[in-house]
């Protein structure tokens, strides 16, 4: 199979020979004819030797790397792609949990499959899809996906509506690609979830706090929990369970209220420890003095984009600070940013200056992390993204 060449400047295969899977526009001095997006690419160095094969895309990021090997990518690239993915999971006990089965099967470039996501929920294996190039290989990766999983799964949804770059060519929609399927719901640790796959942020579950939610349960016996940026109401259930004394769920969305109060009732019916309130985070909080024994902030991503760094890291320092102010003394705070581009350090520079403008004496108990099914490429140190803290507010 003839692919097109792409011929970099001199010296800018350094970064592909540390494996990283990005080739930014500005690194690439020739093509061998024009090329689509989207469309499948052998890279070379500008002395025509060999790095790799990727696909194109159009913006600051003009190819990824699937691999740096003289590979094709048909079924049988991505059915062994899948598999490994899959090893992972076996070894950190996801995959046959009777208890859990609500996982994340690939996670893009910290899988080696840079633009695709595939999350598992019961029966239902969920795409989603952020590259025209994906997005063009998307029949021949289901199919390696029934390779790999057999009748692991009885359907395959497609959620990459607004994903996929605006600007293409393409005009996704979501929707069933393989089967069909009524049931919504997914089992985390024992608790039952109902997930918007077809609606929902994401893939309709926030998957990657599985373990922080567990550590949560564990604090949360005879405590107040306030719940901010609920979502569906994760770290509520497990507060419930924990058995804390009252748990408030808040988030902006009425959707996610309804579906937060639909997940309470599925596992704890007639239980008058739960309250849900569709309102604003931050006025929220104003009013929430001495009221909270666990809070947990959750936001969603401040930064997208390494410009608007600044203003995201005021936005974690405001609202952690308020917290910090608010809560009851002895209280515990679990805090998070889910921003790529705002670093592990930058995060905790930030808790620690709202901190320091309120006074109180806060420490560190855990530094908390996204789980095994959510890997990060140690080539690719972007694949890093979650990172949280738990503090203790004398």
Not at 142 to 147: F, I, P, Q, S, V
């Amino acid at each position: 199979m003839e692919f097109a060449k792409v011929y970099l400047k001199p010296g800018k295969e350094q970064s592909l020979l540390r494996f990283h899977p990005w080739i930014f526009s500005g690194a690439i001095d020739a093509l061998s004819r024009n090329i689509d997006e989207g469309e499948v690419v052998e890279v070379y160095t500008s002395r025509k030797k060999f790095l790799g094969i990727g696909y194109s895309q159009v913006g600051s990021i003009a190819v990824r790397m699937l691999a740096f090997s003289k590979v094709v990518p048909d079924l049988t690239f991505w059915t062994h792609k899948i598999q490994q993915a899959l090893a992972i999971r076996q070894n950190a006990g996801l995959t046959d949990n009777p208890h859990t089965n609500a996982w994340r099967l690939v996670y893009a470039e910290g899988d080696n499959m840079p633009g695709l996501i595939i999350d598992i929920y019961n029966e239902t294996a969920v795409l989603q899809i952020h590259t025209v190039g994906i997005y063009l290989m998307k029949d021949v990766i289901c199919e390696a996906l029934e390779n790999v999983l057999g009748n692991r799964i009885k359907a395959i949804y497609n959620k990459s509506e607004g994903t996929i770059p605006f600007k293409s060519q393409i005009e996704p929609h979501n929707g069933f690609l393989k089967g069909k399927t009524e049931d919504h719901t997914a089992q985390e640790n024992g608790l039952r979830f109902w997930v918007d796959f077809e609606k929902g942020q994401k893939t309709g579950f926030f998957i990657d706090q599985r373990e922080n939610r567990a550590l949560l349960e564990k604090y949360s016996k005879n405590k107040s929990v306030l719940n901010l940026f609920c979502y569906t109401g994760g770290f509520s259930l497990y507060a419930m369970r924990g058995e804390a004394s009252l748990v408030h769920s808040v988030d902006s969305s009425e959707r996610a209220i309804e579906i937060t109060k639909q997940n309470i009732s599925m596992n704890f019916p007639d239980d008058t420890r739960h309250q849900a309130f569709a309102e604003d985070a931050f006025k929220f909080l104003d009013k929430s003095k001495n009221k909270y024994d666990l809070m947990v902030l959750d936001p969603p991503a401040f930064a997208k984009h390494l410009n608007v760094v600044p203003n995201a890291l005021q936005g974690y320092r405001k609202l952690n600070a308020r917290a910090i102010e608010n809560i009851k003394p002895g209280g515990i705070i679990f805090t998070f940013s889910c921003s790529q581009v705002v670093s592990r350090d930058a995060f905790r520079k930030t808790v620690f200056s709202a901190a320091a403008k309120t006074g109180r004496n806060v420490r560190i108990l855990h530094q908390l992390e996204q789980p095994a099914d959510h890997p990060i490429n140690i080539y690719h140190p972007e694949s890093e993204y979650l990172k949280g803290l738990v503090l203790f507010v004398e």
